[in-house]
């Protein structure tokens, strides 16, 4: 199939002489829109839930809709930080010492699924310590919304024409633009989008909106998203190319198989964790929610 090709930047805001001094052009990416759309989508279906009574039926929320407006700035730092300085200590550590402003340069790409998440747990941890609130129950909140913005950022993937798969004969293998080999390749970017994104996200919307109610339980929600995130990406790996500045691992592993195994372990023992402990036997009284801002 051919390559869609599509340019990564939107549009540019023209740029302007200030003296002796050229600022700009500014290019608008896709990719930057991609974040944007998920956190801002993400945030508005977690205010959707605080709000919806009916899935608090033994505890009430863990935050109000108002500090889920505060908490998004935190995971959006924690998001930008945490991806960044995962992808320069997982990937390329190498640049810690040849070469250590590039850490801060985010805008020549380079960010690790698996470094957000770190940070998302700092920020979680910070701002449920800060404003006294339940971490595992936070953690079920945030965990509900996170395939959102991780079905923009891989079909932004797919738009730059990065993260390849493996060659392949499949009649859906493409020749992506940048590749030196120049052979069709799984389009692994997609099915990341379709298995990260919308397969973990309804999982997720069947225990969160289905008969289980699992929001009732604390961290079972985030763990449950570790588990599935971690079984779909170690499967997709086996079709996605290593990054070719990666050195060879044993067993055929891959960088994102190591680093998901541990998110397999931790969420297992959350579902575990959270199925043993005993909900409140009374109905909880669910506060009204704040006026629509």
Excluded at 28 to 33: C, G
Excluded at 86 to 107: N, S
Excluded at 157 to 185: A, C, K, Q, S, Y
């Amino acid at each position: 199939m051919p390559f869609p090709e599509i340019d990564p930047v939107i549009f540019q805001i023209p740029g302007f002489t200030l003296g002796d001094l050229q600022i700009g052009p500014f290019p608008i990416r896709w990719y930057a829109l991609a974040y944007v759309a998920g956190i801002l989508i993400g945030w508005r279906y977690v205010v959707g839930i605080v709000r919806n009574p009916k899935l608090w039926e033994r505890r009430g929320p863990p935050a109000t809709d108002v500090q889920i407006d505060d908490l998004v700035l935190w995971i959006t730092l924690g998001v930008i930080v945490g991806g960044r300085l995962g992808h320069v200590v997982f990937y390329t550590p190498d640049i810690i010492f040849t070469d250590p402003m590039e850490i801060v340069r985010v805008w020549n790409g380079g960010m690790s699924f698996h470094g957000g998440v770190l940070g998302v747990a700092a920020a979680m941890i910070a701002f449920s310590v800060r404003n006294k609130l339940d971490l595992f129950r936070l953690a079920d909140l945030v965990a509900a919304a996170q395939p959102i913005g991780q079905f923009f950022g891989r079909i932004a993937n797919f738009i730059n024409g990065e993260l390849w798969g493996r060659p392949t004969e499949v009649p859906w293998g493409m020749v992506f633009p940048h590749d030196p080999m120049g052979v069709p390749r799984h389009p692994s970017q997609l099915y990341e989008a379709a298995l990260e994104g919308v397969l973990v996200f309804l999982i997720l919307r069947w225990a969160t909106h289905g008969k289980p109610k699992l929001l009732n339980r604390r961290g079972v929600v985030a763990g449950l998203f570790l588990v599935s995130y971690g079984l779909v990406r170690i499967a997709v790996e086996t079709v996605r190319e290593p990054d070719a500045y990666m050195p060879p691992m044993p067993l055929g592993l891959t960088m994102g198989m190591t680093l998901s195994a541990p998110m397999l372990l931790l969420g297992a023992w959350l579902i575990w964790r959270g199925m043993r402990e005993p909900v409140p036997a009374e109905p909880a009284a669910v506060p009204a929610p704040s006026a629509a801002k």
